[in-house]
């Protein structure tokens, strides 16, 4: 299965994966419309981490094992025929028990508005569909994020 590979190295804390994430994610699909008057500032599944001078981008890896998905009390997190590790935003009932259980701390939860169900990076599932990469890999300008299979997972095919 193909994944977001982070390579900390090229990560120049630009941030443009986390606004990318936030506009594919948005109605609008606008980053202006998505912070300034959807509310979607900090609603990014795509969080840079910087501690000088390391930065990476830090979201979710679709685990083999997904302990977000042990500890979902709703069934709201499955994996998907694709390995996709996916959060039906609908079906959560805000327990954050994903937030708990992630060991990558990349299931966050929703502490602005109304709804305080939990969100997480679902490889952008619509842009893969129409043949894209996820966005937060397109806006990476130095090819610090990139979109294909670990090393681990390629040897494992070939074994």
Not at 63 to 90: F, T
Request: proline letters at 4%.
């Amino acid at each position: 299965m193909k994944k977001v590979i982070i390579i900390e190295d090229y990560c120049i804390a630009c941030y443009n994966c986390e606004v990318a994430c936030v506009a594919t994610h948005s109605r609008s699909q606008d980053p202006v419309k998505s912070y300034k008057r959807e509310g979607l500032r900090g609603k990014t599944n795509a969080v840079v981490e910087v501690e000088s001078p390391l930065a990476f981008s830090s979201m979710c890896r679709h685990c083999k094992h997904p302990w977000c998905m042990d500890a979902c009390i709703s069934g709201a997190i499955q994996r998907l025929d694709n390995g996709i590790v996916y959060l039906d935003e609908e079906r959560c009932v805000g327990c954050w028990g994903c937030v708990v259980g992630c060991p990558y701390g990349a299931a966050h939860p929703n502490l602005a508005g109304k709804d305080k169900h939990a969100f997480k990076c679902d490889l952008c599932i619509k842009r893969l569909d129409a043949g894209l990469n996820p966005a937060c890999v397109e806006a990476c300008p130095n090819n610090a994020l990139l979109y294909d299979e670990t090393i681990e997972e390629r040897e494992e095919v070939h074994k």
